[in-house]
């Protein structure tokens, strides 16, 4: 069982330089998410998606863009990275619900921008 | 403004003892609340939940428990054991799941 599959582990960025965080799942789950989690800050929602072709914007979504093609797929888009970005980011998808579904996680991608 | 509080940084437990980790929130219009564990190097996962409309679920050792008008909750592990050393995430939810708010976590040591 793959679950949600993130990629890379781990990336180190210059500043200034763009990437692709990847995010598929297996579970056919409408719901995708992605999170960043900082030292005291607990985890905050970057950007969602409640199906293909619908993304809306999380907590803290400056800097940041995603896409929403397939069901299985969930990429997010740093397009100039800054150090301010340097985070655990975590992808998570679950089925449609009124707030009680849980959510299934990635295992994270540790990213440094330096 | 932190809609969802976890004032304890940390805990240690002896094992076989009880754990209560607290969670404290600001947002009245939150209908549910979810218990997430993480371990190092690792994603999340799912505990347990409870609606707003209720006051206490269980499901084996884990417990949580809801008092809308203090706008608290807790979660009791009985017995706790080595293995449920993890950082727990509360979280909340309102209008559906993809506007979960979550706490920045308590790291439960239970000690042999």
């Known amino acids: 069982n793959a679950g949600v599959t993130q990629t890379p582990k781990f990336q180190v960025l210059k500043t200034g330089q763009s990437m692709t965080l990847q995010c598929a799942q297996d579970m056919n789950h409408e719901y995708m998410s992605w999170y960043r989690q900082d030292p005291g800050m607990g985890l905050r929602l970057i950007h969602y998606?409640?199906?293909?072709?619908?993304?809306d914007q999380g907590e803290v979504p400056n800097g940041y863009n995603v896409s929403r093609s397939t069901t299985e797929d969930f990429p997010l888009r740093l397009l100039s990275a800054a150090p301010s970005q340097t985070s655990v980011y975590f992808c998570?998808?679950?089925?449609?619900?009124?707030?009680?579904?849980?959510?299934?996680f990635g295992q994270g991608t540790r990213l440094t921008v330096v | 403004d932190q809609q969802v509080k976890q004032n304890s940084p940390s805990l240690s437990v002896q094992e076989g003892r009880i754990s209560i980790l607290n969670c404290d929130y600001t947002n009245s219009m939150f209908d549910y609340f979810l218990w997430y564990k993480k371990y190092p190097a690792e994603g999340p996962t799912f505990l347990i939940s409870i609606s707003s409309i209720k006051d206490k679920n269980e499901d084996g050792r884990f417990t949580v428990f809801l008092n809308k008008s203090a706008k608290h909750l807790s979660l009791h592990i009985v017995p706790s054991q080595p293995g449920d050393s993890a950082v727990y995430f509360c979280?909340?939810?309102?209008?559906?799941?993809?506007?979960?708010?979550f706490g920045i976590g308590t790291k439960l040591q239970v000690i042999p």
């Open positions: 979280a909340s939810t309102s209008g559906g799941y993809q506007k979960v708010t």
């Open positions: 998606s409640v199906g293909a072709g619908i993304t």
């Open positions: 998570a998808s679950s089925l449609p619900g009124t707030g009680n579904t849980e959510a299934f």
